[in-house]
């Protein structure tokens, strides 16, 4: 088999995935993590770890070489900023570097390189200022995979922890504009990628798939609300035609508890914070951001760049942990499976 590592990408410089990149690599033998290789800027790294009064080795290399050297230093790809970027202090100048970023892991990934991305946070706000055009890594992964594969791509953002899989139907858009974008098609191709992606990466039989309602009370027939009634009911008798275990549209306020929680694999929420507010609520520690409908495997923390706690050392790094695991995990059964 080939030794493959993990492409952990920088994220925002100015945020915390360096910090949580160190620790977890200080933690590597401990929790025998899977070898990773961080792409990103040498220096900053350098920085960050002096600041954080840990003495580690840094090893600038390529992927290829990454897993031999992963017990003895910390295996970088360069990909140079070009400027100091302060803990806390994010700057445009940062962006081409965190986007190359990403694109490497993606690149390295999909030659088979490195066995799957994992993506430390990024700062969306800033990265926009410096013209990106994507509104998370979620959509842009969608789109290089599309541009290298010349296929359709609709990524499915999951947050998985140990108590809970969500998934948002509609992702990052304004709360204002959800009944117009949830149509009966986006939530049977979303029910559909998850099937497929629980079933076969996950490993999980048969997935039962709870969908959840848009209005208080699932709509109450009408009465508080349509587009369960009209859209989102006929949207899952459509799944369900497919062979799917797919119910609901359920009252979204009842559809978390424990008891609830065990009826499902996943819970299919209609938007944004529906789905990530029980997950981080159940689990911000240990929930993951996995991308279904990928031509590869992306995990990365459920938590966002915490500028605030940039270098300070106080930055959990149980969320990535969890991340670079699922990622190891997923890549070790598709390996299986070829
Ligand atoms: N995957 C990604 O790239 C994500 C990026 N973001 C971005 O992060 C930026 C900040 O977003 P926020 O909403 O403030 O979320 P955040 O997750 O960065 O912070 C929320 C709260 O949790 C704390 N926190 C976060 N991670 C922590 C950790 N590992 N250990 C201890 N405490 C931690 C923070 O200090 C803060 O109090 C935004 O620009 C957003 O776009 C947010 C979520 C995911
Ligand atoms: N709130 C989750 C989030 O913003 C992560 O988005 P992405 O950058 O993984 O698309």
């Known amino acids: 088999m080939v030794e493959r590592p993990l492409a952990l990408t920088q994220g925002d410089p100015a945020g915390i995935g360096p910090d949580i990149a160190i620790s977890a690599w200080l933690k590597r033998k401990d ?19 002096r600041l954080l009064g840990e003495e580690i080795q840094i090893r600038e290399t390529d992927a ?39 694109e490497n892991a993606v690149s390295l990934t999909m030659q088979g390189i490195t066995a799957a991305v994992v993506t430390n946070p990024i700062a969306k706000s800033v990265l926009y200022e410096a013209g990106f055009k994507f509104p998370g890594h979620t959509e842009f992964l969608a789109d290089l995979a599309q541009r290298a594969t010349g296929k359709d791509c609709r990524p499915v953002m999951m947050l998985a922890g140990p108590k809970l899989r969500a998934i948002p139907v509609t992702i990052h858009i304004p709360l204002a504009d959800v009944p117009r974008r949830l149509t009966a098609d986006a939530i049977i191709e979303t029910c559909s990628i998850a099937y497929h992606d629980l079933r076969y990466r996950f490993n999980i039989a048969s997935p039962r798939i709870a969908v959840a ?33 797919a119910f609901g ?37 240990d929930s993951v951001n996995v991308t279904l409908g990928l031509p590869f495997i992306r ?30 995990r997923l890549a070790a059964h598709e390996a299986q499976q070829n």
């Open 249 to 285: 549209p359920l009252p979204a306020d009842t559809m978390f508890h424990d008891d609830a929680r065990s009826r499902y694999d996943v819970a299919v929420c209609m938007y944004h914070d529906q789905a990530l507010i029980p997950a981080k609520a159940l689990g911000f520690d």
């Open 31 to 49: 929790l025998g993590l899977h070898p990773f290789v961080y792409i990103g800027d040498p220096e900053a790294l350098a920085a960050r770890a």
């Open 213 to 245: 309602g848009l209005n208080p009370h699932a709509g109450e027939d009408g009465a508080m609300g349509t587009e369960d009634r009209d859209v989102i009911a006929p949207a899952i008798e459509q799944v369900r035609a497919r062979g799917i275990n």
């Open 64 to 102: 290829q070489d990454a897993w031999k050297h992963f017990d003895q230093a910390l295996p970088i790809l360069p990909v140079a900023i070009g400027s100091v970027i302060a803990p806390g202090r994010p700057h445009i100048v940062a962006a081409r570097s965190i986007i190359s970023s990403i």
């Open 299 to 328: 995990t990365s923390p459920d938590h966002g760049t915490a500028f605030s706690l940039a270098g300070t050392g106080i930055a959990r790094d149980t969320s990535l942990i969890a991340a670079l695991r699922l990622a190891s």
